[in-house]
T-cell receptor
Framework: GQNIDQPTEMTATEGAIVQINCTYQ??????LFWYQQHAGEAPTFLSY????GLEEKGRFSSFLSRSKGYSYLLLKELQMKDSASYLC?????????????FGAGTQVVVTP | EAGVTQFPSHSVIEKGQTVTLRCDPI?????LYWYRRVMGKEIKFLLH????????ESGMPNNRFLAERTGGTYSTLKVQPAELEDSGVYFC?????????????FGSGTRLTVV
């Protein structure tokens, strides 16, 4: 079957680093994407990985290992505004990159 | 540029009634997607339009759901008749191309409650 797994919730202190892991089993793979979603708002794009390795964008970095079916999102220098749900999503079809399969999301709680 | 607009933002209807959700994509975005999040579950794909054509509707739950995109601009998603299990948040997203879902912009969603 097809599965995307990520932890339900993580708590971290302001200024710290948090790593959100995502493992996936899909029939195909085009790329893996991370979105941030604040309660009641639209998911917003953070990063994507197509090839193995680390992609860095400011305080956020994402890593991919296709052979292991594994990715992580690293959030550095946590700020209170980073409290949100983080969604891992995989594009696994060759005819439509836009069709994404999502994990259930990881709720990150940043404490003072 | 204006973002993806969805309305209504909330809708409460009785079981058996009809509801129509609307999505206005970003101007010039040929690709439009509908997704749904049922409470406690992950966001799931419903369908994908390229301009006015349905590229992929493999995620549509059943024939009570009808999506249209007249003229390749805005899209509507009609649920008729609504059932309790249709409750959830319906998201629309649009992109200019399909290669980079980084350019894939979501709307804020319509929260549908069927009572």
């Amino acid at each position: 079957g097809q599965n995307i797994d990520q932890p339900t919730e993580m708590t971290a202190t302001e200024g710290a680093i948090v790593q959100i892991n995502c493992t996936y089993q899909t029939s195909g793979f085009n790329g893996l994407f991370w979105y941030q979603q604040h309660a009641g708002e639209a998911p917003t794009f953070l990063s994507y990985n197509v090839l193995d390795g680390l992609e860095e964008k400011g305080r956020f970095s994402s890593f991919l290992s296709r052979s292991k079916g594994y990715s992580y999102l690293l959030l550095k220098e946590l700020q209170m505004k980073d409290s949100a749900s983080y969604l891992c999503a995989v594009s696994g079809t060759t005819d439509s990159w836009g069709k994404l399969q999502f994990g259930a999301g990881t709720q990150v709680v940043v404490t003072p | 540029e204006a973002g993806v607009t969805q309305f209504p933002s909330h809708s409460v209807i009785e079981k058996g009634q009809t509801v129509t959700l609307r999505c206005d994509p970003i101007s010039g975005h040929d690709n439009l997607y509908w997704y749904r999040r049922v409470m406690g579950k992950e966001i799931k794909f419903l369908l994908h339009f390229v301009k006015e054509s349905k590229q992929d509707e493999s995620g549509m739950p059943n024939n009570r759901f009808l999506a249209e995109r007249t003229g390749g601009t805005y899209s509507t998603l009609k649920v008729q008749p609504a059932e309790l299990e249709d409750s959830g948040v319906y998201f629309c997203a649009s992109s200019r191309g399909t290669v980079l879902p980084g350019g894939y912009t979501f709307g804020s969603g319509t929260r549908l409650t069927v009572v």
